[in-house]
């Protein structure tokens, strides 16, 4: 997980946090962040299916793929009691490099194994955004109550050729329904000191806090 942002999400936590009796906030946080050599590996990675997961249908793990290649990856961990009454989230992320697609995210509920990436798999975006294109990559998926979310996000590319500090874009939002209505508004619980709670709703992104693809 990313220790080096958690001054700036505690900061974000709490701003959001004094203001959360005043209005509604779909976006739980966006943020910069980058693939660094200090990162994680895991040998292959989770095959592009091309189809972006939604709240219509649960969708199945689409495989993995290279198993004899490694790849850089990172973690992000959101607290449960951050999406109490909103439980439709909504993922978006944006790769800021003019070159090869280099990014792929993913979400999983609780933990993430990269042994067994099938495990706890919730839904992934089908594709890496387009180089081409000032375009974000979109997916939605529904996340069991009471449980932490983890996203993942990979290099596709392997062994850090071309993804390493590059930087990417993540937003989180989320909603009572799939009409996109507002989460009830809930208490805050106190983070845990071994989770990396991500909130904030631009506020990291103010703050300047700074971070894939291959085909399938």
Request: aromatic share 14%; proline share 6%.
């Amino acid at each position: 997980m990313k220790i080096r942002f958690a001054v700036l999400q505690m900061v974000a936590f709490f701003g959001v946090m004094s203001f959360s009796s005043m209005a509604l906030a779909d976006v739980v946080t966006q943020f910069d962040d980058t693939l660094n050599s200090s990162d994680p590996t895991q040998s292959g990675r989770m095959s592009r299916s091309g189809v972006p997961s939604d709240w219509s249908a649960t969708k199945g793990f689409p495989g993995s793929i290279n198993g004899g290649v490694t790849y850089y990856y990172t973690t992000y961990t959101f607290d449960a009691s951050v999406f109490a009454g909103g439980q439709y989230i909504q993922l978006d992320y944006f790769d800021y490099s003019t070159t090869t697609p280099e990014f792929f995210l993913s979400a999983y509920a609780g933990s993430y194994d990269p042994n067994n990436k099938a495990l706890n798999y919730l839904g992934d975006a089908g594709s890496s955004p387009d180089y081409f294109s000032s375009d974000a990559v979109s997916f939605q998926i529904v996340l069991p109550d009471a449980t932490n979310l983890v996203l993942v996000l990979n290099e596709t590319i392997g062994s850090g050729l071309h993804a390493l500090g590059k930087p990417f874009n993540i937003e989180v939002e989320n909603f009572s329904d799939t009409d996109f209505d507002s989460p009830v508004p809930v208490a805050a619980a106190t983070p845990e000191p071994s989770t990396f709670v991500l909130l904030g709703t631009g506020l990291v992104g103010l703050m300047g806090a700074a971070r894939r693809r291959l085909a399938s």
